[in-house]
T-cell receptor
Framework: QKEVEQNSGPLSVPEGAIASLNCTYS??????FFWYRQYSGKSPELIMS????GDKEDGRFTAQLNKASQYVSLLIRDSQPSDSATYLC?????????FGTGTRLTIIP | DAGVIQSPRHEVTEMGQEVTLRCKPI?????LFWYRQTMMRGLELLIY????????DSGMPEDRFSAKMPNASFSTLKIQPSEPRDSAVYFC?????????????FGDGTRLSIL
């Protein structure tokens, strides 16, 4: 089992709809959870962090964490074409980040 | 504030040559990470430093790879001799250490091609 798993996609969502990205992780000792966005040919950019169970909202983005189910998700409301990118889930354990392979998201105008 | 600065942005060299990648972390960050990203394997941690000391180099693929951090504002990743399978994008990232709550910030990466 991979340490961090994501559906590789591609995931296509109409403009204005909600995009839902999912991630599961294997180590229950994981401490912190991050979502990075990576445009083609660019570096990963941190967009959300979450540390405790529940939801965390920042603008159009909502991160959800369920430690019992070892599940992290990212919701993007009112999706825009500029949201088209690869989204990387990252899990922190003992100061080491382990990344999923990413979900490629395409917003269809 | 300046972000993580990497150089060169692109490097093309022939197999067998020595390659040196450079990184300047964000000022005040005391953890530094080197990653490699390929289509096949995604983003992999190679090595990380805390306060200039290498903590975990278990991700370094083999002895041809070495990394140093002589001071808080500079690190290098060296490949000698280079091979075509080393072709990838190499990212450097930095963070503040402590509590497991500090996110990592990435540089723009070095796109390395070994011919």
């Amino acid at each position: 089992q991979k340490e961090v798993e994501q559906n590789s996609g591609p995931l296509s969502v109409p403009e204005g709809a909600i995009a839902s990205l999912n991630c599961t992780y294997s180590d229950r000792g994981s401490q912190s959870f991050f979502w990075y966005r990576q445009y083609s040919g660019k570096s990963p950019e941190l967009i959300m962090s979450i540390y405790s169970n529940g939801d965390k909202e920042d603008g159009r983005f909502t991160a959800q964490l369920n430690k019992a189910s070892q599940y992290v998700s990212l919701l993007i409301r009112d999706s825009q074409p500029s949201d088209s990118a690869t989204y990387l889930c990252a899990v922190l354990l003992s100061e080491k980040l382990t990344f999923g392979t990413g979900t490629r998201l395409t917003i269809i105008p | 504030d300046a972000g993580v600065i990497q150089s060169p942005r692109h490097e093309v060299t022939e197999m067998g040559q020595e390659v040196t990648l450079r990184c300047k972390p964000i000022s005040g960050h005391n953890s530094l990470f080197w990653y490699r990203q390929t289509m096949m394997r995604g983003l992999e941690l190679l090595i990380y430093f805390n306060n200039n000391v290498p903590i975990d180099d278990s991700g370094m693929p083999e002895d041809r790879f070495s990394a140093k951090m002589p001071n808080a504002s500079f690190s290098t990743l060296k490949i000698q001799p280079s091979e075509p399978r080393d072709s990838a994008v190499y990212f450097c990232a930095s963070s503040r250490t402590g509590g497991g709550y500090q996110p990592q910030h990435f540089g723009d990466g070095t796109r390395l091609s070994i011919l």
